[in-house]
């Protein structure tokens, strides 16, 4: 891993879709040499994979939750992401220290589709049980790196 790599990877996180000629200028590479250090940088399984990010409040997503899930048995976390990464609403999910074993936040199109949501999470046969906090308003809502 090198400064070029570094490059690669900071032009493909602030846009998946950039053209080998894109990222190739980024790093001060030729389009087919930056495909080359790209399919390395996959094949190694430095980025592992590419995917859409979805605004939400776009799509009229206005509620949101925070949901403590409380797990039935041991599972591990790939366990546990693997369940939750199947339900679109699911925004965000850690592992967590406490008495919680994650927590997920939630974005929906209203209160009904909201609890459908956490539904589906608690359908999951590694989940026991869920404890829900609606949010009511943003106070601080700063961007991410």
Request: hydrophobic share 45%.
């Amino acid at each position: 891993m090198d400064s070029i790599d570094e490059e690669i990877i900071r032009c493909v996180t602030r846009d998946a879709r950039s053209t080998y000629a894109e990222i190739g200028q980024a790093a001060g590479l030729s389009p087919s040499a930056a495909k080359r250090r790209l399919d390395r940088l996959v094949a190694n399984g430095v980025i592992a994979g590419f995917t859409a990010l979805v605004n939400t409040e776009a799509l009229g997503w206005n509620a949101e939750a925070f949901v403590e899930v409380y797990c039935s048995g041991n599972p591990t976390p790939e366990q546990l992401r693997r369940a939750l990464e199947e339900i679109p609403e699911v925004i965000e999910a850690c592992t967590v220290s406490g008495a919680a074993d994650a927590m997920v936040y939630l974005r929906a199109a209203d209160i009904p589709h909201l609890e459908r949501a956490v539904q589906r999470v608690r359908a999951s046969r590694a989940v026991d049980r869920t404890e829900s906090v609606i949010v009511l308003s943003r106070l601080i809502n700063r961007p991410r790196p």
